[in-house]
């Protein structure tokens, strides 16, 4: 487990269920100020994409691209800073002093006097692969188009979406933004890593801000 080995990707598992502990991408508008969570061409009370782009639905100012990446790739740099953090936590559940931050070279064996438990990263490179993962699909004009992506919202919450987008307009909706998704798309696979080389041990992909293992 831990920060070991990737599995490779698991393509059969349902984004839903793969993305289940990941962050949501919170989007401000830039006009209005209001917060709202992005889920791609999706339902929202907040947002909608428009043909030519994602709209506020509050103040329908239109969001440059610009404007929607540049915040995509200021919550990339806050959950890879987080992961470069290096906070550890030991898994001997009576370890007092269990979480710290761990930067230097004594592997994974508790520093707790007499303890022998294993620190594990509490944000492991698998999360921080995940959540990227995660923004990338929120660009992905394939899985937009076929309704693939992780539901923003499920029956019940507070905020879901009073009107619902059909299956045609979400269809027509993906088409017309190939090009505008793809622009957020280039952004996550910047960070991705490089070549494609989608499903490698993270630690080569970040190799070069890994903490102490
Ligand atoms: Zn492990
Ligand atoms: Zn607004
Ligand atoms: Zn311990």
Redesign the pocket.
């Known amino acids: 487990?831990?920060?070991?080995s990737l599995q490779p990707l698991e393509t059969t598992i349902p984004d839903a269920e793969r993305f289940r502990d990941v962050q949501p991408l919170q989007i401000r508008c830039p006009q209005c100020d209001q917060e709202f969570p992005f889920g791609g061409i999706a339902s929202s009370n907040h947002y909608m994409m428009c043909y030519n782009g994602l709209q506020c639905k509050h103040c329908n100012h239109l969001f440059t691209p610009l404007q929607l990446t540049c915040q995509l790739e200021r919550c990339i740099r806050l959950h890879i800073s987080l992961y470069y953090a290096g906070w550890v936590q030991c898994d001997d559940r009576t370890c007092n002093n269990s979480v710290r931050r761990q930067i230097s070279v004594f592997g994974k064996r508790c520093l707790n006097d007499g303890c022998t438990g294993v620190v594990?990263y509490r944000y492991s490179d698998k999360q921080l692969y995940n959540q990227l993962l995660y923004f990338d699909s929120l660009f992905d004009c394939e899985k937009n188009k076929r309704q693939q992506l992780k539901p923003l919202y499920v029956e019940g919450d507070t905020d879901f979406p009073r009107d619902l987008l059909t299956d045609s307009s979400i269809k027509a909706l993906s088409e017309q933004n190939r090009d505008y998704l793809d622009v957020g798309r280039g952004v996550v696979q910047k960070y991705l890593g490089d070549c494609g080389r989608r499903y490698v041990d993270m630690s080569n992909i970040f190799d070069f801000m890994t903490p102490a293992k």
């Open positions: 487990g831990g920060i070991d594990h």
